[in-house]
């Protein structure tokens, strides 16, 4: 998770005056976190997560006042400073897909050591070369449940496009046949 400082915002804010008084006292941090892509997910049949920014601002000795959230437009507006360092200092290259830690085939310490070399996803996992995966011990093997996870949830994801298309044409089916015959007994008349 790529973090910017957290400190203090009075250099952000230039000084206590006006609408936001009293944040130069604030501890606050942006970085990246996963979030769930609910339109991705229902695509594709499994969780799909992109890394989106998330604030924390704290409070200095008050623990019951932590707020901890996705940025908004008027968080980065605040705390201008802050949410420049984090930009400075982001990976261009967030990770789309399954992370590995949401992934049930994969341990935690499984899910670390790959993190240490960059692996990330289970899309990644799954693409990695023959040459990079001589590096770990088992991975053949857990790779290639990573690709039976993606083609099963491949598969399931295009049985439920199916079903759902059916479902559409029996409805537009029963609409079609209501209105032929409400002509047939207008012709009736």
Known sequence: ???AEMGTTSMAMGGNNG?????????????????????????????????VPYI????????????????TQMDKDRFVEHYRKFTAREDQDAIEGTPLAEWPGITRSQCEELKFYNVLSVEQLAGMSDTNAQN??????????AIAYLEAASDNASAQALAEQKAINARLMERLEALEG????DGED
């Open 136 to 145: 770990f011990r088992g991975i053949n093997s857990l790779r290639q449940q």
């Open 56 to 71: 924390h601002i704290m409070q200095p000795g008050n623990k019951e006042s932590i707020i901890h959230r996705k940025a």
């Open 182 to 185: 409400a002509q047939e007994d």
């Open 19 to 51: 609408r936001y008084q009293g944040d130069d006292r604030l501890l606050v941090r942006f970085y990246m976190h996963p979030a769930k892509d609910v339109a991705a997910t229902i695509e594709a049949g499994r969780p799909i997560f992109k890394e």
């Open 1 to 3: 998770m790529q973090e």
